[in-house]
């Protein structure tokens, strides 16, 4: 019999993040998946990054992910989105050639010894009582396993709707992991349906590129991976145009053959990422939608057309295509398409997403409950490195929303659950001047670096980048500029000051320092990251003061059993944290409904409790 220290299930982006975690952090690792060359396949836009999803991209590449070398090395237009704004929400986005970006990952994956690729369908787990021991595959052979990490994305029970046509399917292509979806309800785990949706793909060669506005990239590409030090491939360009109002009334007009509005679909779709005919209903006022038109590859015409997203029939769809000015003769390659799928609620995992109810078994991807490749890679990193670590009986590595984005996201996720996909924002992240694109290697990858992930490499750059900032930052803050009242580092408090305008100062008193940062950081990240640490500094300070107050609150662990049913708290709020089931004061301070006063009563109970403990082992 085939045996593992750790099976991952699924190829997904969530999948291929916590095949090469486990792998390289030591255990022997199977990644099962449906088909092999399409591990890391783009279900949806060819892109990585955006608001938010950039820096999840960044933290994942911190810890020693793969995400970010492999955009970096297949990204065909990088831009770093929300200039306009302050430091803390700088965003990089890459479109991607979609083929190229698996065959990266794959060959990234290839490349780990300890890491071998089944292809087939898993159909359920093998339990040993309370704890996972295995999979189960279609043709009923069994695998074993010390722990399982399941990523299927959107396959469990999924359900593929164009109008009023549907069909079991995990994605376009692909069939529906219904055995899976199935074993999983039977292990007790609360499921739940979700919807999600995709535009149309049209041939660009039947495209007029004259009537749209060009998108051209960056000059200056940002990289993803902090391995790379620049981009040097030449760029494409994205389009943009808008909706108009013959668009609007070809979906008006066919409202009735909507899925979405028949009630022929009745999972709850992403708020943020509407189908068009969601924004056309929910916003009769507004009298154009912006469009974008990607290209998602380097060899292929195929285009794909951002923001019209729909699960219309495909006849109506190529009537909303063709009353767009430039789109009137584009061939529709693909219709757009909605799919429904099953999900845990994720409340159901610890914060480690090892399952509350079955030990070894780990959940990561949209399978929480999320939406995007990112928020899936960062879930799958996480749940990769704690199947790893549960098997070597070392402890569990948690990451808080003081510390980064995907400490955010997992802790909403564990202590919300999900009501619709979830998907990251700046807006989710309370301490974002702390966590920046720019500062995530200092922030993490000291931590990956002990868990195994980081290798000597990734170790050596990060050492000698945080010498050269630290030796920049006492410049700054001892050294006077001739003429200047005061050092360095206070005369850049002042809002018209900044750190350029002492560029010639730094490099006639530092010249190899100025010298090697130009070679290893030609963008000057490292003088933002020390800019942005002294213009920031008393917002940061303030922060810091309030994540000093959630780290105690954190510090307050609930032992696993607790009784909830505590008198003074209402019969609510004792279902909501006997469901939910906390790990710490704070967790329960964050699930929507526990009330500040329900939060004190549980701390005096604690502190009874442990106060009880003491006396009775002394
Ligand atoms: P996936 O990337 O879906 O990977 C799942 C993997 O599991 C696959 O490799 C599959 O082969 C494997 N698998 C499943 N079941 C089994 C089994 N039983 N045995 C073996 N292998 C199995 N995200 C956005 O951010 N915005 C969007 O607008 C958006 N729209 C989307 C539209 C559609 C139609 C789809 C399908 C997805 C969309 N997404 C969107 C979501 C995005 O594609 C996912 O969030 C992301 O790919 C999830 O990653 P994952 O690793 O969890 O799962």
Same mark, same amino acid.
């Given at each position: 019999? #085939?045996?593992?220290?750790?099976?991952?299930?699924?190829? %997904?982006?969530?999948?291929?993040?916590?095949?090469?975690?486990?792998?390289? !952090?030591?255990?022997?690792?199977?990644?099962?998946?449906?088909?092999?060359?399409?591990?890391?396949? @783009?279900?949806?836009?060819?892109?990585?990054?955006?608001?938010?999803?950039?820096?999840?991209?960044?933290?994942?590449?911190?810890?020693?992910?793969?995400?970010?070398?492999?955009?970096?090395?297949?990204?065909?237009?990088?831009?770093?989105?929300?200039?306009?704004?302050?430091?803390?929400?700088?965003?990089?986005?890459?479109?991607?050639?979609?083929?190229?970006?698996?065959?990266?990952?794959?060959?990234?994956?290839?490349?780990?010894?300890?890491?071998?690729?089944?292809?087939?369908?898993?159909?359920?787990?093998? *339990?040993?009582?309370?704890?996972?021991?295995?999979? $189960? #595959?279609?043709?009923?052979?069994?695998?074993?396993?010390?722990?399982?990490?399941?990523?299927?994305?959107?396959?469990?029970?999924?359900?593929?709707?164009?109008?009023?046509?549907?069909?079991?399917?995990?994605?376009?292509?692909?069939?529906?992991?219904?055995?899976?979806?199935?074993?999983?309800?039977?292990?007790?785990?609360?499921?739940?349906?979700?919807?999600?949706?995709?535009?149309?793909?049209?041939?660009?060669?039947?495209?007029?590129?004259?009537?749209?506005?060009?998108?051209?990239?960056?000059?200056?590409?940002?990289?993803?991976?902090?391995?790379?030090?620049? =981009?040097?491939?030449?760029?494409?360009?994205?389009?943009?145009?808008?909706?108009?109002? $013959?668009?609007?009334?070809?979906?008006?007009?066919?409202?009735?053959?909507?899925?979405?509005?028949?009630?022929?679909?009745?999972?709850?779709?992403?708020?943020?990422?509407?189908?068009?005919?969601?924004?056309?209903?929910?916003?009769?006022?507004?009298?154009?939608?912006?469009?974008?038109?990607?290209?998602?590859?380097?060899?292929?015409?195929?285009?794909?057309?951002?923001?019209?997203?729909?699960?219309?029939?495909?006849?109506?769809?190529?009537? *909303?295509?063709?009353?767009?000015?430039?789109?009137?003769?584009?061939? #529709?390659?693909?219709?757009?398409?909605?799919?429904?799928?099953?999900?845990?609620?994720?409340?159901?995992?610890?914060?480690?997403?090892?399952?509350?109810? =079955?030990?070894?078994?780990?959940?990561?991807?949209?399978?929480?409950?999320?939406?995007?490749?990112?928020?899936?890679?960062?879930?799958?990193? @996480?749940?990769? =490195?704690?199947?790893?670590?549960?098997?070597?009986?070392?402890?569990?590595?948690?990451?808080?929303?003081?510390?980064?984005?995907?400490?955010?996201?997992?802790?909403?996720?564990?202590?919300?659950?999900?009501?619709?996909?979830?998907? @990251?924002?700046?807006?989710?992240?309370?301490?974002?001047?702390?966590?920046?694109?720019?500062?995530?290697?200092?922030?993490?990858?000291?931590?990956?670096?002990?868990?195994?992930?980081?290798?000597?490499?990734?170790?050596?750059?990060?050492?000698?980048?945080? $010498?050269?900032?630290?030796?920049?930052?006492?410049?700054?803050?001892?050294?006077?500029?001739?003429?200047?009242?005061?050092?360095?580092?206070?005369?850049?408090?002042?809002?018209?000051?900044?750190?350029?305008?002492?560029?010639?100062?730094?490099?006639?008193?530092?010249?190899?320092?100025?010298?090697?940062?130009?070679?290893?950081?030609?963008?000057?990240?490292?003088?933002?990251?020390?800019?942005?640490?002294?213009?920031?500094?008393?917002?940061?300070?303030?922060?810091? $003061?309030?994540?000093?107050?959630?780290?105690?609150?954190?510090?307050?662990?609930?032992?696993?059993?607790?009784?909830?049913?505590?008198?003074?708290?209402?019969?609510?709020?004792?279902?909501?944290?006997?469901?939910?089931?906390?790990?710490?004061? %704070?967790?329960?301070?964050?699930?929507?409904?526990?009330?500040?006063?329900?939060?004190? !009563?549980?701390?005096?109970?604690?502190?009874?409790?442990?106060?009880?403990?003491?006396?009775?082992?002394?």
């Amino acid at each position: 019999m #085939m045996s593992f220290d750790v099976v991952v299930i699924g190829g %997904g982006h969530a999948g291929a993040e916590a095949a090469r975690a486990a792998a390289r !952090l030591g255990c022997r690792t199977g990644l099962f998946t449906l088909k092999r060359e399409l591990i890391a396949q @783009m279900s949806c836009n060819p892109a990585i990054g955006g608001i938010a999803k950039g820096h999840l991209v960044r933290e994942v590449d911190a810890l020693g992910g793969l995400m970010g070398e492999a955009i970096d090395a297949v990204g065909i237009q990088f831009r770093l989105l929300n200039t306009s704004r302050g430091p803390a929400v700088w965003s990089p986005r890459a479109q991607a050639d979609k083929k190229l970006y698996r065959r990266q990952v794959q060959a990234m994956l290839a490349a780990e010894p300890n890491l071998e690729i089944v292809e087939g369908e898993v159909a359920g787990l093998v *339990m040993d009582g309370a704890a996972v021991a295995g999979i $189960r #595959m279609r043709d009923g052979s069994e695998v074993r396993a010390a722990a399982v990490v399941i990523t299927s994305g959107t396959f469990l029970n999924g359900l593929i709707h164009v109008g009023d046509t549907t069909y079991p399917a995990g994605r376009s292509g692909e069939p529906a992991a219904q055995l899976l979806g199935e074993s999983l309800k039977l292990l007790g785990l609360d499921c739940g349906r979700l919807k999600t949706g995709t535009p149309p793909r049209l041939d660009g060669r039947t495209i007029d590129w004259t009537q749209f506005e060009p998108q051209p990239g960056d000059a200056e590409p940002t990289p993803f991976s902090f391995l790379t030090a620049r =981009i040097e491939r030449e760029q494409v360009l994205c389009y943009s145009t808008f909706t108009n109002e $013959r668009t609007h009334q070809v979906i008006r007009d066919n409202l009735h053959r909507s899925p979405l509005y028949s009630g022929q679909i009745a999972g709850v779709g992403p708020r943020y990422c509407p189908s068009v005919e969601d924004k056309v209903v929910k916003f009769p006022a507004k009298e154009r939608h912006q469009i974008f038109l990607e290209p998602e590859g380097l060899d292929t015409h195929e285009t794909y057309v951002n923001g019209l997203s729909t699960s219309m029939p495909a006849d109506v769809q190529e009537a *909303m295509i063709a009353s767009i000015p430039g789109l009137e003769k584009a061939v #529709m390659l693909r219709p757009g398409y909605a799919i429904e799928y099953d999900f845990v609620q994720p409340t159901e995992l610890r914060p480690t997403l090892e399952t509350k109810k =079955i030990a070894g078994l780990f959940l990561g991807g949209q399978i929480n409950g999320t939406s995007g490749y990112e928020e899936a890679a960062c879930q799958g990193l @996480m749940a990769g =490195i704690n199947a790893a670590l549960r098997v070597q009986g070392r402890p569990g590595f948690v990451l808080s929303r003081t510390e980064a984005y995907i400490g955010t996201l997992v802790d909403d996720l564990i202590a919300r659950g999900a009501d619709e996909p979830y998907r @990251m924002f700046t807006s989710r992240a309370e301490f974002r001047l702390h966590l920046r694109i720019d500062n995530a290697d200092r922030r993490l990858t000291p931590l990956g670096r002990k868990l195994g992930l980081v290798g000597d490499e990734r170790w050596q750059l990060w050492e000698a980048k945080q $010498r050269r900032m630290e030796t920049l930052e006492k410049l700054l803050a001892t050294g006077t500029r001739p003429g200047d009242a005061a050092p360095a580092a206070q005369m850049l408090k002042r809002p018209e000051v900044t750190l350029a305008n002492f560029e010639p100062w730094i490099a006639a008193r530092l010249p190899e320092l100025a010298a090697e940062q130009q070679a290893a950081d030609p963008a000057g990240w490292e003088r933002k990251t020390v800019e942005t640490a002294i213009k920031f500094e008393g917002y940061l300070a303030q922060q810091r $003061r309030h994540m000093d107050q959630l780290r105690a609150a954190e510090g307050k662990a609930i032992p696993d059993g607790f009784d909830f049913t505590l008198a003074g708290l209402s019969r609510e709020i004792q279902e909501k944290l006997g469901r939910v089931r906390p790990a710490t004061l %704070g967790q329960a301070a964050r699930i929507p409904g526990v009330t500040p006063a329900a939060v004190s !009563l549980l701390l005096v109970h604690l502190e009874l409790r442990k106060a009880k403990s003491k006396r009775v082992s002394i």
